[in-house]
Nanobody, 124 residues
Framework: QVQLVESGGGLVQAGGSLRLSCAAA????????MGWFRQAPGKEREFVAA????????YYADSVKGRFTISRDNAKNTVYLQMNSLKPEDTAVYYC?????????????????WGQGTQVTVSS
């Protein structure tokens, strides 16, 4: 089992950057694929980015491709989401999640452990 804690959210102006971190407690972090999702008020949770357990493959939603970068440091049990050129429509609570699958999935059902979320607000 693994427990996840996100950090790094905050308020930023449009065009700015933030880096989210997701720290995992558990010895098997490196065996999980990891994903980032987000949920805006009144909307369903949506996929943002995912990375395989070794970090060799990444997968992004079209809405963030070219602006966001997912990465992981298995030695630190941490996955990151670097967000650049932020837009007001990126405003949401961001969640990290762990999947026992070897592939990077965009489907929430493939993830079995979720963090509590961190708020990202982008002002125009």
């Amino acid at each position: 089992q693994v427990q996840l804690v996100e950090s790094g959210g905050g308020l930023v102006q449009a065009g700015g950057s933030l880096r989210l971190s997701c720290a995992a407690a558990g010895r098997t972090f490196s065996s999980y694929a990891m994903g980032w999702f987000r949920q805006a008020p009144g909307k369903e949770r949506e996929f943002v980015a995912a990375i395989t357990w070794r970090g060799g493959r990444t997968y992004y939603a079209d809405s963030v491709k070219g602006r966001f970068t997912i990465s992981r440091d298995n030695a630190k049990n941490t996955v990151y989401l670097q967000m650049n050129s932020l837009k007001p429509e990126d405003t949401a609570v961001y969640y990290c999640a762990a999947s026992p699958n070897s592939y990077a999935s965009s489907i929430p059902h493939d993830y079995f452990t979720w963090g509590q979320g961190t708020q990202v607000t982008v002002s125009s």
